[in-house]
């Protein structure tokens, strides 16, 4: 399985802006769908968006649509998360995960795996 390493969270005023890279070793992920995924104290995790392989097809949760942007360069293994107009509601540890399990048409937390550390971001209001 792939090594991934999430990285660029911090502590941002409500308002401000963060990227978020999330660094694959071991292996290249140029074939697979990844996803960010992020957890506040009390709840359960929530997927957050999710993009393919190739980068032409990208998902969004509600709650971040319209703020958030999922990218890829499969040349560097590496995955970002463009958070914009961040909202204390935000403030969660971010993990991103390989989707290994591709045969259903849809995305769900279930199909994924090698996942990360997570980095904290934090929202202050």
């Known amino acids: 399985q792939v090594q991934l390493v999430e990285s660029g969270g911090g502590l941002v005023q409500a308002g401000g802006s963060l990227r978020l890279s999330c660094a694959a070793s071991?292996?290249?992920?140029?074939?697979?769908?990844m996803g960010w995924f992020r957890r506040s104290p009390g709840k359960e995790r929530e997927n957050v968006a999710f993009?393919?392989?190739?980068?032409?097809?990208?998902y969004y949760a509600d709650s971040v649509k319209g703020r958030f942007t999922i990218s890829r360069d499969n040349a560097k293994n590496t995955v970002y998360l463009q958070m914009n107009s961040l909202k204390p509601e935000d403030t969660a540890v971010y993990t991103c995960a390989v989707r290994y399990i591709s045969t259903a048409y849809y995305y769900n937390e279930a199909q994924f795996g090698s996942w990360g550390q997570g980095t904290q971001v934090t929202v202050s209001s």
């Open positions: 071991g292996r290249t992920i140029s074939n697979y769908a």
């Open positions: 993009i393919n392989s190739s980068g032409s097809s990208t």
